[in-house]
């Protein structure tokens, strides 16, 4: 009898560096349907094929927009009022998951490239390994130059997730990156979120914060490797959203 599996999607975001001011980042069109969409649609898979079992959206900024588009019969909404960073949104679904056995999935609403299959065999990989966390990396020394960097020991064991703010400029230069994809033990996920301390340049709850915490625990990590990077490109600036656009174009052909 396989894992309950539950999924959170993080659509509370602003997109700012989009220029929005009159929808949420998540609702901008590309190729004629919203972001939101494009993130929601592998889920929407995995649940039709008893895969999945809960899809929960995390809304925000103009999250009206999202739920009246979405509607309650696809997932359940829970709301994230203030924009404290990813943990912080995260910590808002607790209400609808916590205490319950199995594994979660926790994407960005903002990516709209990834398969249903790349879904499935992280959570596999989570639960096949017995880990607390199976966290989804690219390695790349060009793509991906926002992203949290893995940093590892000489022995190479994982010892945290840096964001790119906090890195020292020799941390920069690591080509193993974090992608925001994560496969998670739930019961474990929310007495670490309780953790999670807001001491970075942001001065926000970073959720890649979970991978340091479940390490000093003496817990089981490993990273994902994402075969398709193009899977993992997600939509922060106009540069991105024309890559995304341009993809889904040439997949609509093909």
């Not at 009159?22 to 349907?33: I, Q, W």
């Not at 709209?112 to 596999?124: G, P």
Request: proline share 1%; aromatic share 8%.
């Amino acid at each position: 009898m396989r894992q309950k599996r539950f999924s959170i999607i993080m659509a509370g975001g602003k997109g700012t560096r989009l220029n929005a001011t009159d929808k949420p980042k998540a609702m901008f069109a590309v190729v004629g349907r919203p972001i939101i969409d494009y993130a929601l649609d592998p889920l929407l898979e995995l649940r039709s094929q008893n895969l999945l079992d809960k899809i929960i959206i995390i809304v925000g900024f103009l999250g009206e927009q999202i739920v009246q588009h979405v509607g309650e019969e696809k997932a359940k909404f829970v709301w994230q009022k203030r924009q404290l960073g990813t943990g912080h949104a995260v910590m808002q679904a607790r209400s609808a998951l916590k205490n319950l056995q199995g594994t979660t999935l926790i994407i960005n609403g903002d990516h709209a490239l990834y398969r249903a299959k790349t879904f499935e065999k992280i959570m596999d990989f989570r639960e096949d390994k017995n880990l607390t966390i199976a966290f989804g990396v690219v390695n790349s020394s060009t793509l991906f130059d926002d992203y949290g960097r893995v940093i590892r020991d000489r022995t190479g064991k994982i010892t945290g997730v840096i964001e790119k703010l906090d890195c020292t400029l020799e941390q920069r230069e690591i080509t193993e990156r974090n992608i925001n994809l994560y496969s998670v033990d739930n019961i474990w996920l929310w007495q670490a979120l309780d953790k999670i301390k807001s001491d970075n340049v942001k001065g926000e709850y970073y959720l890649t914060d979970i991978i340091k915490i479940a390490i000093e625990e003496g817990k089981m990590v490993e990273t994902f490797e994402v075969g398709d990077t193009e899977e993992a490109i997600g939509i922060n600036t106009v540069e991105e959203f024309k890559e995304v656009e341009k993809i889904l174009s040439r997949k609509k052909l093909a």
